[in-house]
C-alpha cells in the first residue's frame, strides 16, 4: 500500500484545482473514490490502489512535464524568491505538484497571463525572439487615443535600451480621459507596452496581460492558477516548432 493522501493534494497533484479549490469541488459533490461520492474534507487515500473521480472522470496525477497557467496580480513579483520579500508567483503556485518556473517575466505592477513550467526546452522557445510569440495587453491609457498613434507604434519607436519596439494596436474605446487599447508584441522588453504609450503621449494607468502564445487567462481571477490542457500544451509546442 502506498503512503496515505489528503484527498484535495492528490486533486492538486492531478491538476485539477488547488487545494482550496479542491475543497470546494468535494463540498459540491463532484468527487467520487471506489465509485462513493465523498462527503468530508481531510479523507486520505491511497494514491494507487483507489479510484478517484470528478465530474464522472477518473483522475490521476500529472506526468513529469508540468504546464500552468497563472492570472498574476499586481505587486507580485515573477521571481521564485525576492530579496526584498515582497510576494512572488511561488507563493501563489505551491500547490503545484512540481517546481515549475515562470515562463519569461510579467512586471510587478502588470496583471495577467504568465505560465509557468518544469519543461525547460519549450520555455527557452517561448521566450527567444526567434520564434515571435505573441502576447497580447489590455492597457488603459491617459487621453484620447488617435489612430495616428496607432500607425506610430506600429512603424517602431526606439526604446530606452535602444532597441526598437513596436506593436500592433487596436483602440476599444477613446474618450477624452482615457483610452482602452488592445496590444499585440511578439518580444517583449522590459516595460515596452508603458513606453510605447508614454512615447505618443499616452501614459499607461493600468496594465493586463490577456493572452500569452495563443493561451488566454479568461475567467481566472488574479492569484488563481490552472493546468494548461493537452490541446494547450501541443498548440505551445507547435508555435515553437518542438512537435
Wanted: with cysteine; hydrophobic share 40%; proline share 4%.
Amino acid at each position: 500500500m502506498a503512503e496515505a493522501i489528503r484527498i484535495n493534494k492528490y486533486l492538486s497533484q492531478c491538476g485539477i484545482a488547488s487545494r482550496r479549490a479542491a475543497e470546494e469541488l468535494i463540498d459540491q459533490g463532484r468527487v467520487k473514490v471506489n465509485g462513493q461520492v465523498l462527503n468530508r474534507q481531510g479523507m486520505r487515500i491511497d494514491a494507487e490502489a483507489d479510484v478517484v473521480e470528478v465530474d464522472g472522470m477518473q483522475v490521476r496525477p500529472v506526468p513529469h512535464n508540468v504546464y500552468v497557467l497563472l492570472n498574476k496580480p499586481v505587486e507580485v513579483v515573477t521571481t521564485l524568491d525576492d530579496p526584498q520579500k515582497r510576494p512572488t508567483v511561488k507563493q501563489l503556485v505551491k500547490d503545484v505538484i512540481a517546481r515549475v518556473y515562470p515562463v519569461g517575466r510579467l512586471d510587478y505592477d502588470t496583471e495577467g497571463a504568465l505560465l509557468l513550467t518544469n519543461d525547460g526546452e519549450l520555455a527557452h522557445r517561448l521566450t527567444h525572439p526567434r520564434w515571435q510569440v505573441e502576447k497580447t495587453y489590455e492597457a488603459r491609457v491617459a487621453g484620447r487615443f488617435t489612430e495616428a498613434d496607432t500607425r506610430k507604434i506600429a512603424d517602431g519607436i526606439t526604446l530606452e535600451d535602444g532597441a526598437t519596439g513596436k506593436a500592433q494596436v487596436d483602440i476599444i474605446e477613446a474618450t477624452p480621459k482615457y483610452s482602452l487599447l488592445k496590444l499585440t508584441l511578439t518580444e517583449g522588453r522590459k516595460r515596452e507596452v508603458r513606453q510605447l504609450c508614454k512615447a505618443v503621449g499616452h501614459p499607461v494607468l493600468q496594465l493586463r496581460r490577456i493572452s500569452f502564445g495563443g493561451i488566454v487567462v479568461g475567467s481566472l481571477r488574479p492569484g488563481q492558477w490552472r493546468m494548461l490542457t493537452s490541446e494547450e500544451i501541443a498548440r505551445l509546442r507547435k508555435l515553437v516548432d518542438l512537435n
